[in-house]
């Protein structure tokens, strides 16, 4: 009885039950009043004409009617009597005394005893009566034996026992054969559970397939555990490239300060000075970007989402990048369709969109001839993508899901400025807005371009309201 599947079956049980009971006994009463108010218009219609009998031809004639239609099969009870209630003729073998002494309907059924065992072997048996005082003094008892209604009351209860008995067997089959497996499988739930509380964050909850509410919970869930698995991993990422990555910048920073503390000129002193400056912007840099990634994947910034046009968002980053492509000796090619619209957060998806041209940039200045930049806004179903490709030299195709990860630059030599974080935010990003971010060949989705190819995928917005 701890388990809520027993008390929600017993609960069932205890209603249907009394549901049934109720419903049984309202139809009994209706049933039994309606048969004997089916007697009760037969006695009346007998009556009457017993009346027109005794009218017309007396006592004889009375009593040959009723001699006559007492030998029926189910026929009515039939007494005469005396005036002083001797019974002179009758269909039964003795009656219940005192019946005679009243006249007109009895208030009660009473017992009277038949010629043969009738009742499942009782000597008596009930009926319900009129009785009748003729001119001469004589009563006339006419009756109607109740058997009918007593064995249709008792075959319904008879029916109510047998429906309760195939409930309770109901009952317990669907507990063995559903609320079994259904407390199996919570159980399973709990185990793994707690294997998941002791640390194993590789286990995962149980889903059978059948798509019931079980399986909906352990696929939530599963996709719970799989996103702490990844902040889990990417935390220890970031603790183990922080504590590698920035080893270097702040070796260097100790050696300018060292510098300019031992320089005797100003001058060397001043440049020792800038240069721990821009060591200093460049760590300030570094952790900023990580603030805004944890930020991101943690749904910080969920609540400042709304519709916005992303097609004017890639506009702007034309504008913007456009001449500084141009003075670094590049083209920048546009194809913008417009009006389109997706719900998200203009701050994070203009940072990525910047990131991506930035390392476009970055990466298509190494090409000597003719170095150009690609971005694109089209609609392809209910997505909407974004592509920023360039002719560099491009990733391979074995790498390319290593540059998403935060601090991993293909540059080991780190000559190229750049804190290997661009890419883990445009991945956060996208992730954070329901979309996907993909990393590809060029010359599988841009013609004429042979680098690096970034997609954006996002859903597309039905408020298109500005």
Excluded at 187 to 195: C, E, Q, W
Aim: charged share 25%; net charge negative.
């Amino acid at each position: 009885m701890k388990s809520t599947a027993v008390r929600l079956s017993a609960v069932y049980i205890l209603l249907f039950g009394l549901c049934a009971a109720v419903m049984v006994f309202y139809v009994t009463t209706v049933s039994e009043k309606l048969v004997e108010r089916q007697m009760e218009q037969s006695l009346h219609h007998e009556i009457a004409q017993l009346d027109q009998a005794f009218e017309k031809g007396g006592i004889r004639l009375l009593f040959n009617m009723i001699e006559r239609r007492a030998r029926q099969p189910g026929a009515n009870l039939y007494v005469i009597a005396s005036p002083q209630g001797e019974i002179l003729a009758s269909n039964v073998a003795s009656l219940q005394p005192g019946i005679l002494e009243e006249t007109g309907w009895l208030d009660k059924p009473f017992r009277y005893e038949g010629f043969a065992e009738t009742n499942g072997g009782d000597r008596f048996s009930h009926a319900i009566g009129y009785v009748i005082e003729l001119d001469n003094g004589m009563k006339l008892l006419i009756g109607r034996d109740l058997g009918d209604p007593q064995r249709l009351h008792k075959i319904v209860r008879q029916a109510l026992l047998l429906a309760l008995l195939i409930m309770g067997v109901g009952a317990l089959v669907i507990w063995f054969a559903i609320g079994r497996n259904a407390l199996n499988r919570i159980d399973r739930m709990s185990a793994a559970s707690s294997k998941i509380m002791a640390g194993d964050l590789s286990q995962r909850l149980p889903v059978a397939g059948s798509g019931d509410e079980f399986d909906r919970l352990s696929n939530s869930l599963n996709l719970m555990l799989d996103r702490i698995v990844r902040l889990n991993e990417g935390l220890r990422q970031v603790s183990d490239n922080i504590a590698h990555d920035l080893k270097t910048p702040l070796t260097r920073l100790r050696n300018k300060a060292a510098d300019a503390a031992a320089a005797e000129d100003p001058e060397e002193r001043r440049a020792s000075l800038e240069g721990i400056i821009a060591e200093s912007d460049q760590l300030i840099r570094t952790f900023n970007a990580l603030l805004m990634i944890s930020r991101v994947e943690a749904g910080a910034v969920a609540a400042e989402m709304s519709p916005l046009n992303l097609s004017a968002i890639v506009e702007d980053s034309a504008e913007l990048y456009g001449p500084v492509a141009e003075e670094a000796g590049m083209v920048l090619d546009v194809e913008n369709e417009p009006d389109l619209f997706v719900h998200g957060n203009r701050e994070l998806i203009g940072q990525a969109l910047f990131n991506l041209l930035d390392n476009a940039i970055k990466y298509a200045s190494d090409k000597e001839d003719q170095p150009r930049i690609f971005l694109s806004l089209k609609r392809e179903g209910s997505d909407v993508v974004v592509t920023v490709a360039d002719n560099g030299p491009g990733i391979p195709a074995n790498r390319m899901d290593d540059v998403k990860q935060r601090f991993f630059r293909l540059d080991e030599s780190r000559s190229k400025p750049g804190t290997g974080l661009g890419l883990s935010m445009v991945e956060a990003v996208t992730d954070m807005h329901g979309g996907t971010f993909v990393l590809a060949e060029a010359e599988n989705h841009v013609p004429g371009y042979s680098g690096l190819a970034a997609l954006l995928r996002f859903p597309l917005a039905s408020n298109r309201k500005r």
